[in-house]
């Protein structure tokens, strides 16, 4: 018994190598020194204009969202989901990405099917503007169901050492900005599977209240906000950013502030996309699990002087986001809708 005879054909792999190459080349800027060698990516930093560098690192996978892809067949966007989630969190520290690696792990490896997943890593690279320098494709018969795989990666970003954003000079009194989401992004999906189904017939069903099926709403991709937060932080003082994934507003927003600071939300400044409106019908939940699992329509927050609120709405809407004043920062503690 051959290697091949127990699961893994190499030549697949071989092959899934040559389809994504023009794919992760597209992301290529200056600083990749491609042709140094081919166990580790390169990546030269001298050229970045940085006081004092700092590297800062982040790393996440898709999680089970990655299922309504199996289901449907739909590959192209799943890999956009993956580099959003880590350079999101990288800019909330006021970071450029620099680079990003991805892995990929496959019962059976299907090349046609791994071009895509890449593909669309390389597509969350170039919205993000860095370059995937690398990654691991790994074939694992009997770890995998047939049909299904595993998608993770990680990003690196640099920032200046005195302009690191990470919340110390919050305040009572400050102003949170909201930039909208495209709906569920990558968290929430353990439920959302439970309220919506795994029968593809069913998820490719057209919704009048969507206006679209619900496969196109669920797996719309993640929004990557990279270049609208590094554009604003050019004109604007922002105190804190916070990154709204699992655990939704109650977890994520008071990780940026310091002791003795909490916040207020309005739970109507806002619009949130068609789709909550049928999780909150199906689901029963209150706002307060509700806006605890899910993003609930803002993808990320900022923190800001209340006196320059207004202006970041409107610059970041010029940038192409639908923002909001959606809060105010109080002495005390947690998060009160």
Do not use: W
Request: proline share 3%; hydrophobic share 40%; net charge negative.
């Amino acid at each position: 018994m051959d290697y091949k005879e127990a699961g893994v054909d190499v030549t697949r792999g071989y092959k899934a190598v040559e389809l994504i190459k023009k794919h992760t080349a597209s992301t290529f800027n200056e600083n990749v020194l491609g042709d140094l060698g081919s166990f580790g990516g390169f990546y030269s930093i001298a050229g970045e204009k940085v006081a004092e560098p700092v590297l800062v690192a982040g790393t996440d996978g898709v999680g089970t969202k990655l299922k309504y892809a199996f289901i449907t067949g739909r590959h192209d966007t799943i890999g956009i989901d993956c580099v959003a989630m880590c350079v999101n969190d990288v800019v909330c520290q006021g970071a450029k990405p620099l680079f990003f690696l991805d892995y990929y792990a496959v019962g059976r490896l299907y090349p046609e099917v791994a071009e895509k997943v890449v593909a669309g890593v390389a597509e969350g690279c170039r919205q993000s503007g860095c370059a995937l320098i690398g990654g691991e494709t790994a074939e694992m018969p009997g770890f995998y169901a047939e049909g299904e795989y595993d998608l993770a990666g990680f990003c690196v970003g640099i920032a200046d050492k005195k302009k690191i954003i990470n919340g110390e000079r919050i305040v009572a009194g400050d102003v949170l900005v909201g930039l909208g989401s495209t709906g569920v992004h990558s968290n929430g999906y353990s439920l959302i599977r439970k309220l919506f189904g795994e029968d593809k017939s069913e998820i490719e069903k057209f919704d009048s209240t969507l206006n679209e099926t619900y496969a196109d709403a669920l797996l719309r991709p993640t929004r990557i906000y990279v270049r609208t937060v590094l554009e604003l932080l050019k004109s604007f003082d922002i105190k804190g950013i916070a990154h709204i994934t699992g655990g939704g507003f109650i977890e994520n927003i008071p990780r940026i502030f310091p002791e003795g600071i909490g916040c207020e939300i309005d739970v109507n400044s806002f619009t949130a996309p068609p789709v909550y409106k049928l999780i909150r019908e199906r689901s029963g939940l209150d706002n307060a699990k509700l806006f605890n699992t899910f993003n609930m329509g803002i993808g990320m927050v900022l923190c800001v002087d209340a006196a320059v609120a207004g202006d970041v709405c409107r610059a970041a809407e010029k940038l192409g986001e639908k923002a909001f004043v959606i809060g105010r920062t109080v002495s005390g503690s947690g998060v009160s809708l």
